[in-house]
């Protein structure tokens, strides 16, 4: 079947754009995750939803960033007024209710902000 | 804040050594998982370890979680040029809120040389 889908795959923005990055998860996967990867570095936990509401924003960096999920299914990661730190990878993982410490991840999304 | 330090952060050898990576914590752990990812792709899962002590084998690689369930180790026996790529641990936290929120270590890159 098909796994979790990200877009697009490379996003190269000017500081103060806006940026949408897009996740598909895997169907039937009630639970969706963001991370944030820099360069060749570990996974920094952003947000968590349980269906459409999201219990846990606690890793997201700043008001700037901000996460929705509509329909159990596709969630957007927002980033208002990039920074040249918000250059990284930004990676969406999802995994069934049962067994959401099995989380399988999508190939993730490029951001440079130039 | 559950942190995990991931050692070494490089390693770089010949084909047919053996090497071990290392994931300290000084907290607790309800699980403890093991990925493998390849430039431009997501995190791919290799193992999850749960009961204090246990040692999971998957062909050349052997998983430790410590009895403590702060701490695990990855074995590669007899290493080859497949088995480059960049290896992370990631913990699962303790206690129900935390369920299925991974704290991931930095990472080691481990590139094997034919």
């Known amino acids: 079947g098909a796994g979790v889908s990200q877009s697009p795959s490379n996003k190269v923005t000017e500081k103060g754009k806006d940026v949408e990055l897009r996740c598909d998860p895997i169907?039937?996967?009630?639970?969706l995750y963001w991370y944030r990867q820099s360069l060749g570095q570990g996974l920094e936990f952003l947000i968590y939803f349980q269906g459409n509401s999201a219990p846990d924003k606690s890793g997201l960096p700043s008001d700037r960033f901000s996460a929705e999920r509509t329909g159990g299914s596709v969630s957007t990661l927002t980033i208002q007024r990039t920074q040249q730190e918000d250059s990284a990878v930004y990676l969406c993982?999802?995994?069934?209710?049962?067994?959401?410490?099995?989380?399988?991840f999508g190939p993730g999304t490029r951001l440079l902000v130039l | 804040t559950q942190l995990l330090e991931q050692s070494p952060q490089f390693l770089s050898i010949q084909e047919g050594e053996n090497l071990t990576v290392y994931c300290n914590s000084s907290s607790v752990f309800s699980s403890l998982q093991w990925y493998r990812q390849e430039p431009g792709e997501g995190p791919v899962l290799l193992v999850t370890?749960?009961?204090?002590?246990e040692v999971k084998k998957l062909k050349r690689l052997t998983f430790q979680f410590g009895d403590a369930r702060k701490d695990s180790s990855l074995h590669i026996t007899a290493a080859q040029p497949g088995d480059t790529g960049l290896y992370l641990c990631a913990g699962e936290g303790a206690g129900g809120t935390s369920y299925g929120k991974l704290t991931f270590g930095q990472g080691t890159i481990l590139t094997v040389h034919p």
């Open positions: 169907s039937g996967h009630t639970a």
């Open positions: 993982a999802s995994s069934p209710t049962r067994d959401r410490r099995t989380q399988y």
């Open positions: 370890v749960v009961t204090g002590g």
